[in-house]
């Protein structure tokens, strides 16, 4: 098999990685190899055994080779007390690398700082030397409290890992340093210890929210001694989510000031664009980047697969390849026969235990003692299965595990030797913060990522220049967005009655929003203040997350057994009636969705099958704020009104995808007003594209479904952050009409950055429809998974001429003119 190696000049592709430039770090390799090699298979001889025969091999489209790097150390400044440092040799670690001593030069200077460097570069050290040493400092002071630090992690399991990690780094430091976790799981004894005592407290943003600063006089003494805040993997405080968590930070920001208190922000990310702008948005404040990394990495070998195509036929006959579900359980049994510990990415729950479940029962035909070794991870399991889970990891008794993001983060998760990814996971940031899971002992690792049936990851298997030859992408928040900053005014007033000296604070927008807050009798002035008027808690106004309410409990019928739960907003989609609901392995039923108690009775059963809803959507126009024309076509972007209304669900046989049938579902309507971009053409412009009236439905939607399904390489989203509607004549515009718009209230910046780089955008959504071998449009290039129209009509070759037609008229500084001679010209 050939190896296509990083070429030296290309700085975009590694950096995407580790942030060290390609030629610095060849040239470093060959003076010392990556530590801790031993005798683990290196990752070509994995990915060797993986595609032995015909049949696999062809299924590799790309392979890319990222050398091993050496690395480069620097001493620890001298403010850091000698304890920690001995703490520190203990651990192992004779000297800092030198973006980790770079960072702690800063934080001891009072400087917010955050390190963006690869997975496993040490960043955790980075922030926690200048905490403890402060913690230790803290502990010698006459009287009080001392320093105190808070760490936020975007997900309990992240905060539960470094809890532990921290115990054994400063268990030579005895009870200098008091750490405890604050969140849902922790029990109420417990809470006023942490309250009064620990001086490290690991929370996440949602009881930050919900508990700490609505409970602030309870927190007096911790938030007086504040010395530093910690926010570990901050890029994934982004769109709704990252915009409420950026509101957070500033509350609590102001809670500091009026105790007296200014702490020093230490962020950590993964590489990501600009981080130091994004953690700026995101805290408020000015804030110092530290981008190069200096630790050493082993070698990775990162291959691009592709399923082949079934003898299946789906919808309107298009062609169907086997499913990234199937395809990376298949990868999973090879590796687990093979004693290759593993981790598989996979987008859904859902998806996370079925692969779990196919894995184990083809196991059991090898080896009776594998299939126990096997397991799914994802959100909604309870806390003891989630910690048992977490446990088995890191004792090595799990050889491989099926998981959703909630794993991606930042655990420690050592000895592993390949990361499967079944579908690409929505940003190259992501992508390459998954595949760093493996190797995070300095061994060399295998990545594969595996391709979904769908526009975009066919698009990147055949441009692997997509991915490894550019760099990731900008963190997209918007703190201002008012749907976002009025519940986080009203929590403030409550909090703290609001005065004139906190506009500034939360942003140019709130002077324009007190006043309506007053109207709605949301808030009240009294003299020169804004106070709270209800006696419900305003914390309790929004879900940070953006779930749409309280989560939905899935319930077993026969027993009132709690199985988990599922988020308010994916409830209508995933535990309708009749849907199928996987839990720990098990198969179960949904006999009925009650939306007014937030429970779905489920019973066990096995169906051959699985089930995916689909919905249908309408978009009326609201306001339209900016407009450019091409040519005769107008590009737009503005507020929306989006009516939502799950109307069925296909059941779909298990492996193959085969669609078994359809059932209608009587669900009611949602409304969302939110942010979209579209656009528009003339007749003039179909007649010279040469879509006729009976062509210009399909080729709008056909437009629409590749358009949504592409706008991940361009916007930091995925395709479930979106939606789309197209209309031969939208009755506010008058012309034929394609619309693509964010799926959060109010926006979440997505469809503002695809009207920004609109031109490139649907310029390669026209390349990826054109070059797709396929006859009349399949699920690689125009079929979407959730369209409620049964992907009907749809016209291949009427969508590649109208985009052609449209973007000849795109201005030139907007991007490039389409290719002509592109391969599967229409």
């Not at 290196?42 to 990222?66: C, F, K, W, Y």
């Not at 922030?127 to 403890?132: A, E, G, K, S």
Request: charged residues 20%.
């Amino acid at each position: 098999m050939a190896f296509n190696h990083l070429p030296v000049g290309a700085h975009d592709a590694l950096s995407a990685l580790s942030d060290t430039p390609v030629t610095h770090s060849v040239s470093m390799a060959s003076n010392q190899a990556p530590p801790n090699v031993g005798s683990r298979p290196s990752p070509r001889s994995v990915l060797d055994r993986l595609t032995s025969g015909a049949t696999r091999a062809a299924r590799v489209t790309h392979t890319e080779h990222l050398p091993p790097r050496a690395g480069s150390h620097a001493e620890w400044p001298e403010q850091i007390r000698p304890e920690v440092v001995s703490a520190v040799r203990v651990a192992g670690i004779e000297r800092p690398w030198t973006h980790q001593a770079r960072t702690v030069e800063h934080a001891v200077r009072g400087e917010s700082v955050v390190v963006a460097t690869g997975t496993a570069s040490g960043k955790s050290l980075a922030y926690l030397v200048p905490v403890l040493s402060a913690l230790l400092d803290g502990s010698e002071a006459p009287n009080g409290r001392g320093a105190t630090a808070l760490y936020i992690a975007p997900t309990k399991a992240l905060a539960a890992d470094q809890r532990r990690s921290l115990r054994d780094l400063a268990a030579p430091l005895g009870t200098a340093v008091r750490p405890a976790v604050y969140d849902g799981d922790t029990p109420v004894e417990e809470r006023e210890w942490i309250r009064q005592h620990a001086n490290y407290v690991l929370t996440n943003p949602d009881m930050l929210h919900l508990g700490v600063l609505p409970s602030h006089p309870r927190w007096a003494s911790f938030l007086r001694s504040l010395r530093y805040v910690v926010i570990d993997e901050c890029h994934t405080y982004r769109g709704v989510f990252g915009s409420h968590v950026a509101q957070v930070i500033r509350r609590l920001r102001r809670l500091c000031a009026r105790y007296g208190s200014e702490p020093v922000f230490l962020l950590a990310s993964a590489t990501a664009a600009d981080p130091a702008q994004a953690a700026g948005r995101l805290t408020g404040l000015p804030v110092v980047e530290i981008t190069e990394d200096a630790s050493p990495r082993g070698e990775v070998v990162f291959a691009l697969w592709e399923p082949p195509l079934t003898e299946l036929h789906g919808e309107q006959g298009a062609p169907v390849r086997r499913s990234a579900t199937a395809e990376t359980a298949d990868l999973l049994t090879d590796l687990a026969v093979q004693g290759v510990r593993t981790v598989a990415f996979v987008r859904s729950r859902r998806g996370a235990e079925l692969i779990a479940l196919i894995t184990q029962e083809r196991l059991a035909e090898v080896d009776r003692s594998l299939p126990g070794r096997i397991a799914a991870y994802r959100g909604g399991y309870l806390p003891e299965e989630r910690r048992a889970l977490e446990a088995a990891l890191h004792s090595g008794d799990l050889l491989g595990l099926a998981a959703t993001t909630a794993l991606e983060l930042g655990m420690d998760v050592s000895g592993l030797d390949a990361v499967l990814i079944a579908g690409y996971p929505g940003t190259r940031a992501s992508l390459w913060q998954q595949a760093g899971r493996a190797g995070r002992s300095g061994q060399g690792a295998l990545a594969l990522l595996v391709a979904r049936d769908d526009p975009l990851d066919t698009y990147l298997v055949h441009h692997p220049e997509a991915i490894f030859d550019q760099p990731v992408e900008s963190t997209v928040l918007d703190p201002d967005n008012p749907y976002v900053l009025t519940p986080h005014l009203c929590a403030a007033a409550a909090e703290l009655p609001l005065t004139g000296a906190d506009l500034d604070l939360f942003g140019p927008t709130t002077t324009g929003l007190l006043p309506r807050l007053e109207a709605r009798r949301l808030l009240r002035r009294r003299a020169t203040a804004w106070h709270w008027t209800r006696r419900e808690r305003a914390a309790d106004l929004t879900d940070i997350r953006g779930q749409g309410g309280a989560p939905v409990q899935v319930v077993e019928a026969g027993t009132g057994r709690l199985l988990g739960t599922v988020d308010a907003a994916a409830a209508h989609t995933t535990v309708h009636e009749g849907a199928v609901h996987l839990h720990r392995g098990r198969s179960y039923l949904v006999e009925r969705l009650d939306l007014e108690d937030d429970v779905a009775l489920v019973k066990e059963a096995d169906p051959p099958y699985s089930t995916t809803a689909r919905d249908t959507t309408s978009v009326s126009i609201l306001e339209t704020e900016t407009e450019v024309p091409w040519g005769q076509a107008r590009l737009c972007f503005g507020s929306v009104e989006v009516t939502n209304q799950v109307v069925s669900f296909l059941r779909r046989r298990l492996i193959t995808g085969e669609v078994l049938g359809e059932s209608k579902l009587d669900l009611p309507p949602r409304t969302l007003r939110t942010r979209a971009v579209w656009w528009t053409v003339t007749e003039d412009q179909l007649d010279a594209a040469r879509v006729n009236p009976e062509q210009l439905a399909g080729a709008l939607h056909a437009a629409e479904h590749a358009s949504i399904g592409l706008l991940p390489l361009f916007a930091t989203c995925d395709r479930w952050d979106i939606g789309g509607v197209s209309l031969p004549l939208h009755p506010d515009t008058l012309l034929p009409t394609v619309f693509v718009y964010d799926g959060h209230p109010g926006g979440a910046g997505f469809a503002e950055r695809a009207f920004h780089t609109a031109a490139r955008w649907l310029q390669a959504t026209r390349q990826a429809i054109a070059s797709c071998e396929c006859e009349a449009g399949c699920p690689s290039c125009i079929q979407s998974p959730k369209c409620g129209n049964g992907n009907e009509p749809l016209h291949k070759r009427g969508a590649v001429r109208l985009l052609t037609e449209l973007l000849r008229s795109a201005p030139p500084e907007n991007g490039a003119r389409p290719d002509e001679d592109s391969p599967g010209k229409a």
